[in-house]
């Protein structure tokens, strides 16, 4: 079992940055995949970055590469997104999930096995 808890939400202005942290718990094997995912009101939840537990390549979507940055501390057990150059379109309850499949790092919410509770993120224009 894994538990995921999702810090470091509020209010920014556009332009503005936020860093969220996600706080893991219980037994996290080098090869899972951790990824933040978002989730407007009225839209279905969208993948934002990922990367291994073990580190190597970040993953991101287009709307977001170049401005957030997805990074791991695994002394501390935390994955962050530090998200810069906010705008109002980033307005979202985001999610802290973890994958267990090896060796495919996905990108649709549904193969993700373990998800947090939610952190809610708005950029006022």
């Known amino acids: 079992q894994v538990q995921l808890v999702e810090s470091g939400g509020g209010l920014a202005q556009a332009g503005g940055s936020l860093r969220l942290s996600c706080a893991a718990s219980?037994?996290?094997?080098?090869?899972?995949?951790m990824a933040w995912f978002r989730q407007a009101p009225g839209m279905e939840r969208e993948f934002v970055a990922s990367i291994r537990w073990s580190g190597g390549t970040p993953y991101y979507a287009d709307s977001v590469k170049g401005r957030f940055t997805i990074s791991r501390d695994n002394a501390k057990n935390t994955v962050y997104l530090q998200m810069n150059s906010l705008k109002p379109e980033d307005t979202a309850v985001y999610y802290c999930?973890?994958?267990?499949?090896?060796?495919?790092?996905?990108?649709?919410?549904?193969?993700?096995?373990?998800w947090g509770q939610g952190t809610q993120v708005t950029v006022s224009s």
């Open positions: 219980g037994v996290i094997s080098s090869w899972y995949g």
């Open positions: 999930a973890a994958d267990t499949t090896i060796a495919t790092m996905n990108f649709s919410p549904h193969e993700y096995d373990y």
